[in-house]
């Protein structure tokens, strides 16, 4: 009876049990899964920096796949400590793939930049398809924008790069394994670039050409390059400006420069302009050099890239430059103090005089782009031009060495105790150079079932102005270095007509040169599969020929990559090529002001050996890439470098060679932010030719030996390092550090001897670090008033230059007195200063 009053009761207690324990069950079970699960998130950008909605995320070879929302923005969860490949396509740009594997829990912001691969009519980017297969590296612009230095340019992030060698902060020039600043290409847009021939120190250099706030890619090769690109024997920087969709712009202020840009799509995006204005003064720098007076620097430049596309089959672009640079040096005095612990001296210099600089280029380039059918490309440039350039400058030294008491007991410590000589100069020059330069090229790309065939044509006419006038006199205690004669008392005519007075570093000239050159090039590119491997193949030539020395040249060039089916992502690369350089004018002149007609092109044959291996650490991406190369010099022109002006010999007396290992791993050190490390270990030296050797030396009567001596950028080792990191707390406010060390350069015996070496600078080591709060952006609270909504992004930057406060030797001021002993007297770069910057974008 009990039991049948207690069953339905039972039945349902029951029943609720099970219920109660298979819901619990589940939780626990969705508790447990859930604390496997990991997240990644972020957001998907173009190359221009906008966003790219409805991008497609999968997991390669899963079932599993997303697409961002319309502000580019995604979130995906995936199981913890497994492996994946994330996939983001979108049509019309290039398929990116990125490892990851996160730990339960884990938050992984991952922000991906996708690059078109479709040719855009403004812009063909083949190249940006598969950078991997060449020796071409990506870098990203915006690091431009964030590089704590004194220029904060493209080319101060070209110096973080394997390979590349600067001692010089205030300049925009750099060296690539042993090669001179001449031997670099640049390319704005497909059109080469030129730079001032006169400039002779850093602070005389203005504004590099780049202007980074229009820049949308970078590419660099330290060697090994294709056909495609143009005849000099180191390297080549390609540059992209972008092409505006939308209306966007920026103001930047600093205590050195000062910079707007503006850009637009108008007319159903049919018209398009891109326009930038800079103006810059280091005088805050230059006013911390030993060399006191009134610095007067000022260097501006306005560019603007204006495109127009009827069609989808037509584009018509213009590039424009105009830059004005003017320097004037007022100087005063100027007190330094060098030599060693044992031994220091103290050189005390008083001025008269000034030197006023200007420098005033021209550039314009008229692109026509025209695609018959989606495989083929056609495109003609017409480019000029023009760079005047003056310097001016009548400057009297009056200076005074003593020897510094070194002996810390002594009460006359660090003051001069024995003067050890007294003297006069007078530097004199009254020097111009008209120099104007006119292109007209063919490009073609043409996309076939074999693979990719590229071709162009360029013809080119210069004519060049260089009026010469320059010398130095030495009075060393009353006695001229070197003088003439003595003839007390009368008129000696022999003294007049044997002995003349002689000036010291004379350069009289009056030059004009008007020459024509035409080259050509031809590539193609193959793409192989063999079961699980792939393997690439990039081979061509170029022709060149100039009227000046007549002289016909072929340039084979040729790239091999193999993708093996390892289970690591590594790829392997191989290419080599002769690359013939043509004399521009600087190279063609002697140290006397005369023009070798006879002059015959330098060449190197490069053989680079690489490899390319992305893997996994801590969870986030990484890439190492390592290469090795031998470069063989022949017919070279030596030269010197004094701060950043070449001095040529003219000639091609010299055969050289160049060897070392360039490494660089950069990936995520810190979520979320790119940083590298590079290291290059290179030696280059440079030998007589044996006919040239004879010629020097057969006269000699003291035997002398024909051997290796080091180039002047014979930089043993380079160490560059940037990089980023964020407060985890706190990720509006951001630090950048670029640190720099590079091991002494050559110095050679004054009087423009291209063969002796008598000492090396120190090394250069420098320390720049910034800390960067986004006041307004999208790590910021947003700021709910009329005047902040007008702007995506406000940045306040603190940076701390030359933060070791390390005094660097850029060159050397060479004294003499009357008993013809030299003093190295070194010329110091910037020490450490502070630097406020300020950035809007709207």
Known sequence: MLREILHPSF????????????????????????????????????ENGFAVPLTNISILNGNKGIVSDENGNYQLEILADKLYTLQFSFIGYQTEEVKIQLKAGQKRNLNITLFQTTKQLSDVVVEDKETRKTTLTRIDPQSAQVIPGVSGSIESLIKTLPGVTSNNELSSQYSVRGGSFDENLIYVNGIEVYRPLLTRSGQQEGLSFINSDLV???????????????????????IKYRRPTQFKGSVKLSLLEASLHLEDALINDKLTYLIGFRQKSNQYLLNTLDTKGEYQPSFSDIQALIGFQPNDKWNISFLGNYSRNSYKLIPQNRETAFGHVKEAYQLKIYFDGQEVDRYNTLFG??????????????????????????????????????????????????????????????????NKLNAKVWNLEHQGIFEHNAGLLQWGIKLQHESIEDQLNQWIMIDSAGFSKPYPRDSLGYVDPLAQTFFPFILNDTLFAD????????????????????????????????????????????????????????QKDILLRFS????????????????????????????????????DYNFNAWGRPFKMVT???????????????????LIYSGENSSRGYATGIDMKINGEFVEGLESWLSVSVMQTNEILRDNFYSSYFNNT????????????????????????????????????MNLSFGTGLPVYYPG??????ITRTPPYRRVDIGFAYEIIGPNSKRINNKIAKQFTNVDITLEVLNLLDIKNVVSYLWVKDNSNYVYLVPNYLTPRRINLKLAFKF
């Open 627 to 645: 290469e090795l190369y031998y470069k063989h010099f022949d017919h070279l022109i030596p030269f010197i470098v004094d701060n950043v002006r």
């Open 216 to 238: 949308s890619s970078i590419l660099f090769s330290a060697g090994g390059f294709d056909a495609k690109y143009g005849d000099k024997m180191a390297s080549v920087l390609d």
């Open 511 to 566: 030059n004009s040169l008007n020459s024509n050159r035409i080259n050509a090039f031809a590539q193609n590119s193959w793409e192989f599969n063999s079961g699980e491997h792939q393997l690439f193949l990039t081979a061509g030539g170029r022709l060149n020929y100039w009227d000046y020395n007549k002289q016909l040249l072929f340039s084979p060039r040729a790239s091999i990559a193999i993708k093996p089916d390892w």
């Open 752 to 757: 423009r001897d291209f063969q002796t070496v």
């Open 365 to 430: 380039a008229l692109t026509s782009t025209y695609l018959p059918n989606k495989n083929l490309s056609l495109k003609l440039i017409a480019s000029a031009f023009q760079s005047l350039e003056e310097e001016n400058y009548d400057i009297q030294g009056q200076y005074w060495i003593g020897q510094l008491e070194t002996n810390l007991g002594e009460e006359e410590f660090g003051q001069v105790i024995e003067t050890q000589g007294i003297g006069t100069y007078l530097n004199h020059a009254r």
């Open 11 to 46: 039945l349902y207690i029951k029943k609720s049990f099970l219920v109660l324990s298979l819901l619990l069950f589940a939780i626990v079970n969705s508790l447990a899964q859930q604390s496997q699960i990991a997240l990644v998130y972020g957001k998907i950008s173009d």
């Open 701 to 736: 009567e003291i035997p002398v030996e024909n051997i290796w001596t080091p180039r002047p950028t014979d930089q043993r080792v380079a160490v560059s390092l940037f990089f980023q990191d964020y407060m985890p707390m706190l990720p509006t406010f951001k630090m950048n």
């Open 576 to 611: 080599s090529g002769i690359y013939f350089q043509s004399p521009f004018y600087r190279e063609l002149r002697r140290p006397n002001g005369s023009l070798n007609s006879e002059i015959q092109a330098q060449s190197s044959l490069h053989f680079v050996l690489g490899s």
